[in-house]
């Protein structure tokens, strides 16, 4: 079997490269593939994808980046026809803009043997602007069918050579080849960061260039009459070709934070540049020297030291209120009641705080730094602190594009309290979920900058109450009341608000099988400071098992979970809970009248290494009622990837003994 595999991976590769990657250039062969050779699961493949970074030289405006992206692909399945579509986002908040441009996109299908051709039409090719600082382009490939080969080009063009594009070598689907080649001149000096578990071969050689200068000089415009003369200057380029060939679809796993933060990809930082006969400028910097910078710019820490649009309205909101702790939570309380978030993610503002505020609508810089701005009017100490969303992920060297992100702290008891008042449901140190990536970095009154921790330093708790009784047939009957704290109640009113109670309903009942529910209400889902409470009856007539005279069933009844969501052998990435939690279950049983215990699970309880967690199991009968006490801890919001075997096995000791059976024997 193993010979086998090795024989067809060797015949793919074969026929893969033997064929020209260029575009234009599809086969009926490729066409007729019904699904990936190696990898049967694939819902599209890359077929390749090449990139070309390089640098053009202008004479009104001297060097830009420009990058050049070749892409093909096959699409198998229906799941795969967002393959067919491409955006690709540009800057055009300042003087300077990038542009980007598609060419040569064509769809081909295998209709009755023949190759046919849909090129891309102008209307489905558009623009979108995102707001002030970006825009995007987009096409959206026609014709696409199961079968279907999809091609396109595109280009970059950027002034902003401190920001060199990111090539991603993997993708969600398989890639069958991915080349990347940069051609550098020999003044700007970068440091390349690759990142992921596959390296990609290098070649590295050098090439000559050149650029050319109009001769400006007077004496030389009369000696030549009047016509232009150039200067040309050479230089030399380093060009690098980076190449992986068969990389495999990057699966997204339970408990990841961002899977592109473990993407095999090439990233390069600007260390420097070095023009002829000038001083080398260091272009090497730090977390900090962003943040000062970021808190120079006039959509960020000028429009802290804005507050003439709300000082009536604040000094109303805290008259009369003498805790620090109390005027937070008003200030806290009216921006998040007032202002409405308009989706967009920034550390700019973008229409400024006064306008935001007029508005009551603004993207995340101006709520926040609003919120900062009235804290500090009130006398409080309170700090913007820049942040990278889960969904931007962890840039590994200090870049402006590092940060996406703004929320407050407020110094309260001297205790530093994070605030974000973009979400409705958050709380004073309750976060959206969204914000809860490692570390922000929090910008004093004069610029200087410090680490903050952004992640959950408590257990958040979620309590389950069953109260149910078992008949001769197996059947149950109860009730359950369950109470949500801290992030879990978030995690509720984020899910839930607006929901109406039968469908909160129906959902639960989704999720277990066999389970009715009936009388289900909800309290405090409303009232933030308080736990969100659920109270509902149940009936199950899948929750036993009847074998002859003797019924089978967990403790926990539908409760039990069934499978350890950690199956793989291996995990190269951390292992992301995004908070600490603890899961407390109390359970009572009435066995039906004429059974009795053949059997009862024992005691248990177990701790992993690290105080990673930890989780009890207490059980016990009297008569025809049995108790259970199951107390579940994980106490770390992420756990390293080395420690993976460490928590796969505490899951699965979890897991058998959540399902060991309690036998119940007809006297």
């Known amino acids: 079997m193993k010979n086998s595999f090795i024989a067809l991976f060797l015949i793919f590769v074969n026929l893969t490269f033997a ?82 441009s598609f060419s040569k996109a064509v769809t081909y299908n295998l209709v009755n043997g023949q190759i046919e051709k849909s090129k ?75 990142k992921g578990a596959i390296m990609p071969s290098e070649n590295t050689e050098k090439i000559r260039s050149s650029m050319r200068f109009e001769q400006k000089d007077m004496n030389v415009n009369i000696r030549s009459g009047g016509k232009k003369e150039y200067t040309v200057v050479d230089y030399t380029t380093n060009r690098v070709r980076y190449i992986l060939q068969n990389i495999p679809a990057l699966r997204d796993e339970l408990f990841v934070n961002n899977i592109d933060n473990y993407t095999v990809a090439l990233q390069h930082e600007l260390a420097g540049i070095q023009y002829p006969q000038s001083q080398f400028e260091s272009f090497s910097t730090t977390w900090e020297n962003v943040a000062r910078k970021i808190y120079e710019s006039d959509d960020f820490g000028s429009q802290i030291s804005k507050n003439n649009y709300y000082e009536a309205d604040v000094n109303a909101l805290i008259s009369g209120v003498n805790s620090d702790e109390e005027k937070m939570s008003a200030i806290f309380n009216y921006v998040k009641s007032r202002m409405n978030w308009n989706n967009f993610n920034s550390f700019l503002t973008d229409v400024g705080v006064k306008k935001a505020y007029q508005d009551k609508t603004g993207n995340v810089a101006e709520i926040n730094l609003m919120l900062v701005s009235m804290l500090r009017y009130a006398g409080i100490n309170s700090n913007p602190v820049l942040i990278s969303t889960r969904a931007n992920g962890i840039s590994y060297f200090p870049t402006r594009t590092g940060f996406n992100y703004v929320i407050a702290t407020a110094i309260v008891n001297g205790k530093t309290v994070l605030l974000d ?106 009232i933030l400071n308080d736990p969100v409470v659920e109270k509902y009856n149940i009936k199950n007539e899948l929750a036993t098992e009847v074998i002859g005279n003797k019924i089978y069933f967990s403790p926990l009844l539908h409760l039990a979970a069934k499978e350890n969501p950690f199956k793989q052998e291996n995990r190269e990435y951390p ?29 248990a309880k177990v701790n992993m290494e690290n105080d990673y967690g930890n989780y009890s199991y207490t059980i016990s009968s009297s008569g025809n009622q049995i108790q259970l006490l199951l107390e579940f801890n994980i106490n770390a919001s992420i756990v390293p990837p080395d420690d993976y075997q460490t928590i796969k096995e505490f899951y699965k000791l979890f897991i058998e003994k959540q399902n060991e059976k309690i036998i119940l024997k007809k006297v």
Do not use: C
């Open 575 to 603: 292992i992301d809970f995004s908070y600490p939690m603890n899961n407390r279950y109390r359970v009572n049983l009435t066995i039906p009248n004429g059974y009795s215990i053949e059997n009862l699970p024992k005691t």
């Open 421 to 526: 008042a973009t979400n409705k449901n958050s709380l004073p140190n309750i976060l959206p979920l969204r914000d809860l990536n490692w570390n922000g970095r929090a910008i004093q009154k004069d610029g200087t900058s410090e680490v903050v921790n952004v992640m959950p330093q408590f257990n958040s708790s979620n309590s389950i109450n069953l109260v149910a009784s078992i008949d001769e047939k197996g059947i149950v009957s109860g009730k359950v009341r369950e109470q949500y704290n801290d992030y879990y109640a978030l995690r509720f009113r984020d899910n839930f608000r607006g929901v109406a109670l039968d469908a909160i309903a129906e959902q639960i009942e989704k999720k277990y099988n066999g389970l009715e529910i009936t009388d289900y209400e909800v309290s405090s889902h409303e």
């Open 19 to 100: 064929q020209k990657l260029e575009l234009g250039n599809v086969t009926v062969a490729e066409l007729q593939e019904k699904f990936h050779p190696l990898d049967s699961s694939a819902v599209a493949s890359i077929l390749y994808n090449k990139g070309k970074t390089f640098f053009e030289y202008r004479e009104e405006t001297g060097f830009r980046i420009v990058t050049e992206v070749e892409v093909k692909v096959k699409v198998y399945k229906k799941e795969g026809y967002i393959w067919a579509n491409e955006e690709i986002p540009f800057y055009i908040g300042g003087s300077e803009k990038e542009t980007v």
């Open 120 to 194: 891309l039409k102008s209307e489905n090719e558009f623009s979108e602007q995102k707001n002030k600082f970006w825009s995007s382009r987009k096409i959206v490939m026609p014709n696409v069918k199961e079968g279907s080969i999809i091609e396109y080009k595109y280009t970059v063009k950027s002034p902003f050579y401190s920001t060199f594009p990111d090539w991603k070598f993997q993708k969600s689907i398989p890639v069958n080849y991915s080349e990347y080649v940069t051609e550098i001149p020999e003044y700007f000096y970068y440091n390349p960061y690759r």
